[in-house]
């Protein structure tokens, strides 16, 4: 699907049949390592040698625990439960002669109550486990005459099993036994002695999962009706640059990883030729007969995903320079191409938290979110053939390599109990849910909503500010020019003359680049323009009876201009940034903002505002942005003061006169609970609303004071750092507005389980994240929290999906929306400023599109289906030029470029939202003209100002001609 629909959220159900798993591997959980007569592994050995420190001997002790995992198994609700088998727990010398009878009724009775709640089981004969005495004895998978062990343990399997056991893997992840098992030495049984070892033990294991395959299809499966394959692992990998050397070298990786094992048994029974073009000798090979052997030998793709050893982490070498990625659907296409469509299992995904982490794991989930998500597009959009997803894994246990450091498991165990206690982690209710439903159906609050705004809705664009330009232009220059028809007509100025005074009053025609600015705006077809004064240029000395007149004038003549244009304008008198003050310079060098002379000098700078520009401007933002977690309490209080005395001024001083309205625009993005249905989390969104939003919106819009969890938090802190309303102050700032007004971006999530991977602040004791499956914008420009925990979460991770940011959530506005309208009693609601940064290159700029379109609709739900008294939406912004990556236009040198977006909404604006298709049209009357100095457009006048040009033309071309005769002497042109 086109970018970035297609990184959308799907929302849809699995196939009917669809396998939903759980699984684990016998070394991780089992324990009882030496128990009823049950052998060494490999492991048992590997973790008593060299740096090791930690052993699974007792693992999740599942052993002593089949009623309680069980248990577990039941409440996910799963289909299937995959397990591995211990071959030294049946022989533990590796052979039949060693056949342990307690052992193999421990599998039976788990076989038999997996059965009595109805979930099928998913055997695994082989994971890392082999008995230690065979390598001890042959050494191990380097040595061919395991084959022939392996195929006689397996035959003991399926005639014991096999009546019950309809899905079997042979061997997991042969890629982690061959390269890290006897090539880089990380995992059992730690060989690392000869570079070559590994693609001998690679051809023996494929060897041996034939032999076994060829076993079970010619004996077990005329009467057992089961299947079998082999379980392969893989991330993917994409090009670190778009050339085809670099396409090539990520069909080698997947090749050296993936495609090792999977073309032999899916393809032709042979290696991949970029293996054997780049090993030569060092790569064995099949003689044709055993290629015909080993070809075919899978009845489904099994796949495994996510946190395993297949190269994550460990080695570099086999990425050839290529960008790893956890994407699952793009590896299931991948599959679904290379191998000709074979239905695959997901036998093994999902990710891990750091081994502290306890009930409370958001990362696990929302890794497991996105996994599935991708699984579903896989099937739904792209076709391949998924028939079931493991989630690993059900408890926690060891994690080979990683000890205990990591936990993987949906439940939580207390390895420190006797019992091994379990619990429910959050994933687990995530992962039962989802199963319950079957995926993610469609809810009607996903859909897209059809209808529109009211007639007098506001729809308008916002800038930070806009460009002033004051020096003269030809209306007022009194320099001559010659004008040189040779060279392209260019003009050049005459040294040392110049034109008498035309005696001509100023106008608003002076300045050139208001009418490319009116005129742009006009062209996105919008109501309202929202701009920001600059209060430092406008009053430079902090004295408001010396203004600089000149940009006075020049803002006068911009709202003039907007509203010939019939373009309401909405005025900003101060527009917080971080990074500069844009304060006056002597308020900026006497303490800022905690000098309490400032809100004084900010009532005289907006009474000077009101009276030089009301008469064009009904709409004022007192403070724009002003909530930044870089402003401290104290400042904060300063600026409500600042804004009540503002609002205060307008309200005694002007509004009867002028007619118009004053607030203060917030900036609120919305804060999400990370587990939605966690009370233990509904609380920390809500108290991160409060330090963010209520700090500034409860003491204007509601009770005249701080939030009262915000004050009873900082109380528990022990803090003082809030400063305290007096009653004088309180009234003051109490009710100073006549609209509420939000800036909105995006969404983030909160906890209070704090993990080390995202950023935790601990003075609130939330942790913010994010939702993996949501798409995110491409440059990092985020306010206050998220920006902070995007760049740690960027900086720290090894995962590229986390270096796109902010992520584009639209329901997210939907959502503050209403938290506006509950808590300050449907107050009139404007969202000043909503959009998503992109290469100010893309001029097609698909990102834009999709966000203002996504987000207007979610506007749109708020006013029609929850009745937010919704009065205007201005996307942000105008153009790159001021905004950079923001702008519905884009700037090539001195082009000026309509974006992609400025269209799509312009059209959303002409249709006012998004009528149902074949209703008649939205009758609303006709807007009334604006009537602002409307002499100055009638005939008369127009035709003196006409005259007025072309005498100035006629003098000024006069004293070119009488200079040049005087200069040259002579006849000119």
């Known amino acids: 699907m086109p970018y970035p629909g297609d990184k959308a959220f799907l929302f849809d159900t699995f196939p009917d049949s669809f396998m939903w798993a759980v699984g684990t591997a016998a070394y991780q959980v089992e324990g009882a390592f030496e128990k009823d007569g049950k052998g060494l592994s490999i492991w048992d050995t590997f973790t008593r040698g060299g740096t090791r420190r930690t052993i699974g001997d007792v693992g999740s002790d599942s052993y002593h625990n089949i009623n309680a995992d069980i248990r577990a198994i039941k409440q996910l609700g799963v289909s299937h439960y995959r397990f591995s088998l211990s071959w030294a727990r049946i022989f533990p010398n590796g052979t ?32 890392w486990d082999l008995p230690d005495s065979v390598q001890q004895a042959l050494g191990g998978w380097s040595n061919p005459q395991v084959v022939e062990l392996f195929r006689d343990y397996a035959d003991f399997c ?83 640059q778009t050339r085809l050397e670099s396409l090539q070298e990520c069909q080698c990786s997947l090749d050296h990883v993936l495609g090792w094992f999977a073309r032999p048994l899916f393809t032709d029974g042979d290696y991949p030729p970029c293996m054997k073009q780049r090993l030569g000798t060092r790569l064995p090979s099949f003689t044709q007969e055993e290629k015909d052997y080993i070809k075919g030998t899978a009845d489904f793709f099994a796949l495994s995903h996510g946190a395993s050893l297949s190269f994550h982490l460990i080695n570099d070498s086999l990425k050839f320079g290529q960008v790893e990625e956890l994407d699952l659907r793009m590896l299931l296409y991948w599959v679904d191409a290379e191998y000709d469509k074979p239905p695959i299992f997901v036998v093994q995904s999902g990710w891990y938290v750091l081994g502290n982490t306890k ?123 010659v004008w040189n028809i040779s060279n392209r007509g260019e003009l050049k100025k005459v040294e040392g003359l110049v034109a008498p005074p035309l005696r001509r009053a100023a106008h608003c025609a002076n300045y050139a680049t208001i009418r490319q600015q009116v005129n742009e705006i006009q062209q996105v077809g919008v109501s309202h323009f929202h701009f920001s004064l600059n209060w430092s240029a406008l009053v430079p000395t902090g004295d408001v009876s010396q203004p600089n007149a000149t940009l006075l004038g020049y803002y006068r003549c911009f709202t003039r201009q907007l509203l010939r244009a019939n373009v309401t304008p909405v005025v900003t008198l101060w527009h917080h940034t971080r990074h500069r003050t844009s304060l006056p310079a002597p308020l900026d060098s006497n303490n800022k903002w905690l000098n309490r002379e400032t809100p004084e000098a900010f009532a005289a700078y907006a009474r000077l505002c009101y009276r030089e520009l009301g008469a064009h401007v009904k709409l004022w933002i007192t403070l724009n942005e002003p909530n930044d977690e870089v402003v401290s309490y104290q400042e904060g209080h300063q600026m409500l003061r600042a804004h009540a005395l503002a609002w205060r001024a307008y309200d005694r001083e002007f509004r009867r006169t002028q007619g118009g309205q004053v607030s203060m625009a917030l900036h609120m993005d919305w804060v999400e609970p990370a587990f939605s249905y966690s009370r233990e989390d509904v609380q920390p969104a ?27 938090w900082l109380r528990q802190l022990n803090s003082l750092d809030l400063p305290v309303f007096n009653e004088e102050d309180r009234q003051l700032v109490k009710g100073t507005y006549d609209f509420f007004a939000i800036s909105h971006f995006s969404t983030v999530l909160v906890t209070h389980a704090k993990e080390d991977s995202y950023l935790y ?56 929306l209403n938290w506006v309208k509950e ?24 990102l834009r599109v999709y966000y203002l379109y996504n987000y207007i609709n979610e506007a749109l739900k708020a006013y029609i289906m929850d009745g937010v008294n919704l009065k205007g939406y201005f996307a942000y912004a ?96």
């Not at 079997?168 to 006897?182: E, L």
């Not at 809500?686 to 009873?712: H, K, N, T």
């Not at 009334?928 to 003098?955: D, E, N, Y």
């Open 96 to 127: 039949r002669g060693s056949y342990n009878q307690v052992g193999t009724n421990y599998y039976r009775t788990l076989i038999r109550k997996l059965r009595e709640i109805r979930v099928q089981p998913v055997v695994t004969l082989y994971h």
């Open 761 to 816: 602040k601990a003075r609130l004791e939330v942790q913010i994240m994010m939702d993996t499956t949501w798409i995110m914008s491409p440059r990092p420009v985020v306010p206050w929290g998220l920006r902070k925990a995007l760049n740690w979460v960027r900086s720290h991770s090894t995962h590229t999906q986390y270096t796109h940011c902010p992520p584009v959530v639209p329901w997210g506005l939907r959502k503050a």
């Open 686 to 712: 809500q108290r991160f609303l409060d330090f963010r939003v209520g700090w500034f919106a409860e003491p204007i819009f509601g009770s005249g004071d701080y939030p009262v969890g915000m004050r009873s």
């Open 359 to 481: 009930t409370e794991d958001p990362r696990h989930m929302y890794y497991l979110k996105s996994f599935i998500a991708g699984a579903l597009k896989s099937i739904t959009i792209d076709g391949v053939n998924v028939i079931g997803y493991t989630a690993w894994s059900l408890v926690d246990g060891f994690e080979w390599h990683r000890e205990y450091g990591i936990r993987r498991g949906l439940y939580y165990v207390d390895f420190k109990t006797p019992d091994m206690k379990r619990e429910p982690k959050t994933s687990a209710t995530f992962y039962k849910k989802v199963i319950q439903r079957n995926g993610f159906p469609e809810l009607p609050e996903n859909s897209l909503a059809q209808g529109v705004f009211p007639c007098d809705f506001a729809w308008g664009v916002s800038a930070n500010s806009i460009q002033v330009e004051t020096v003269p232009t030809q209306f007022a220059d009194p320099n001559i020019y």
């Open 158 to 240: 399926f005639r014991t099993f096999g009546d019950d056991v309809k899905l079997w893997i042979t061997i997991d992840n042969p890629f982690v036994v061959a390269w890290h098992g006897y090539g880089t030495g990380v995992v059992a049984p730690g060989i690392k002695s000869d570079p070559d070892l590994p693609f001998r033990v690679a051809h023996n294991l494929l060897k041996a999962h034939a032999a076994v395959w060829h076993l079970y299809d010619r004996h077990y499966r005329p009467r057992q009706g089961g299947k079998l394959s082999m379980a392969l692992a893989s991330h993917w990998i994409k090009p670190a």
């Open 878 to 973: 105008l153009s790159d030029q001021r905004d950079p990556g923001f702008g519905l236009y884009g700037h090539v040198q001195d082009e000026v470029i309509v974006k992609a977006s400025l269209a799509n909404y312009r059209n959303i604006i002409q249709h006012n939202g998004f009528p149902m298709e074949g209703t008649a049209a939205q009758q609303c009357p006709s807007a009334p003209q604006p009537c602002l100095g409307c002499h100055v457009l009638s005939k008369r006048p127009m035709v003196a100002f006409l005259t007025l040009v072309a005498t100035a033309f006629l003098i000024t071309l006069g004293f070119i001609i009488y200079y040049a005769a005087q200069r040259n002497k002579k006849d000119c042109y």
């Open 823 to 846: 808590r300050y009693n449907n107050v009139p609601v404007y969202v000043m400023a909503n959009g998503a940064e992109e290469d100010p290159a893309r001029f097609k700029d698909s």
